[in-house]
């Protein structure tokens, strides 16, 4: 069965700096790897997706995130953070054999200082 | 195109007491997923339907049953409700008729147990 794991559950940054989500998954076969964003209250917001093709990809707001098959891992990056960039972080994993279905990292709650 | 909409947004209801929640997907969206989200146990997947027929199911106890209209439109019931049950549910369309799939969230229903 797939998993994902995030291992930072809280990260803080400030204004302006780089920011980096780390993302590990489980998987036998090439996975589908998503990272959302969800804000206080609110649903998820799909930032950027992997299937294949060129490892890194670009996505929303900014964000780029780079697959790694050698490691497993499927990390966020944004350059320079804003303070509407706070929000809760999750990577997730589709597999073709479990339609209809993404396995959920834990999250990782970013909070931005001035 | 309009995003996925839930209602209601929020409900309250005491233990022992059964509850419908609503989700239509984005239109042209076939595939209809629902999520529990719990700050214990993160986000877990509750089920899949497509074509009015559960496709995927997770882990989650009989209590919990949902069903797809002709429209694409999906609800999800709880029956005897548990204090556990209090909980963020999200649902997510896609297409799903090609692969790999995407999934669109909504806003989720908030529900509270008392």
């Known amino acids: 069965a797939q998993s994902v794991t995030q291992p930072d559950i809280h990260i803080t940054v400030s204004e302006g700096a780089s920011l980096e989500l780390r993302c590990n998954y489980s998987?036998?076969?090439?996975?589908?790897l998503f990272w959302y964003v969800q804000s206080p209250g609110q649903g998820l917001q799909l930032l950027l997706k992997?299937?294949?093709?060129?490892?890194l990809v670009q996505g929303i707001k900014g964000f780029e995130a780079e697959f790694k098959r050698s490691q497993s891992s499927f990390n966020l990056r944004k350059p320079s953070v804003h303070w509407s960039d706070a929000a809760e972080y999750f990577c997730?994993?589709?597999?073709?054999?479990?339609?209809?279905?993404?396995?959920f990292g834990a999250g990782t709650q970013v909070v931005v200082t001035p | 195109k309009a995003g996925v909409t839930q209602t209601p947004r929020y409900l309250i209801k005491t233990r022992g007491q059964q509850v419908t929640l609503s989700c239509s997907p984005i239109?042209?969206?076939?595939?209809v997923s629902w999520y529990q989200q719990t700050p214990g146990q993160g986000l877990q997947f509750l089920f899949e339907?497509?074509?009015?027929?559960?496709?995927n199911k997770g882990n989650f106890p009989g209590r919990f049953s949902g069903r797809q209209f002709s429209n694409s439109r999906s609800e999800m019931n709880v029956s005897t409700l548990e204090l556990g049950d209090s909980a963020l549910y999200l649902c997510?369309?896609?297409?799903?008729?090609?692969?790999?799939?995407?999934?669109?969230f909504g806003p989720g229903t908030r529900l509270t147990v008392l």
């Open positions: 997510a369309s896609s297409t799903r008729g090609e692969a790999p799939f995407t999934q669109y």
């Open positions: 998987y036998g076969a090439t996975p589908y």
């Open positions: 992997y299937f294949s093709g060129d490892t």
């Open positions: 997730a994993v589709g597999a073709s054999d479990s339609w209809g279905k993404l396995q």
């Open positions: 239109s042209g969206h076939r595939s």
């Open positions: 339907y497509f074509s009015e027929t559960q496709r």
